[in-house]
């Protein structure tokens, strides 16, 4: 079940379940995903695209994305993303992964590759 949530409370469950990333310093919205017994089993962070480039005022940024492992909770939570910055007056919705990632869960939201980029360092 898609719901809201503090950004507070969505850095903390970042900082808990997030694999290799800490919280970002801050966001935009924050959405939860939640069992039908209010268990917090995901969350997704939306925020100012990192890239000064994309940083239009119509764009915005998946900034991060957790979740406990629930099956669909990914792809749940990046749907509800688009439509929460679509319903905000944003035009486009970009997020990265990581090239070793399969991006089954973005595929399954809708969302479509648009560029390969190299890792940077570190």
């Given at each position: 079940m898609i719901s809201p949530v503090t950004i507070r409370t969505a850095r903390a469950f970042v900082a808990?379940?997030?694999r290799r990333l800490g919280p970002p310093p801050g966001a935009k919205f924050a959405i939860?995903?939640?069992t039908t017994d209010g268990t917090?089993?995901?969350?997704v962070l939306v925020g100012r695209p990192v890239?000064?480039?994309f940083d239009d005022g119509?764009?915005?940024e998946v900034t991060r994305l957790?979740?406990?492992g629930t099956p669909n909770a990914c792809s749940a939570l990046l749907g509800?993303?688009?439509r929460g910055a679509r319903a905000m007056g944003y035009c486009r919705l970009i997020t990265y992964t990581r090239a070793d990632?399969?991006?089954t869960s973005l595929c399954a939201a809708g969302y479509r590759r648009v560029a390969d980029r190299a890792p940077r360092a570190g």
């Open positions: 808990w379940a997030h939860a995903v939640q917090l089993v995901g969350v890239a000064r480039a119509r764009t915005a957790a979740t406990d509800a993303a688009w990632e399969p991006g």
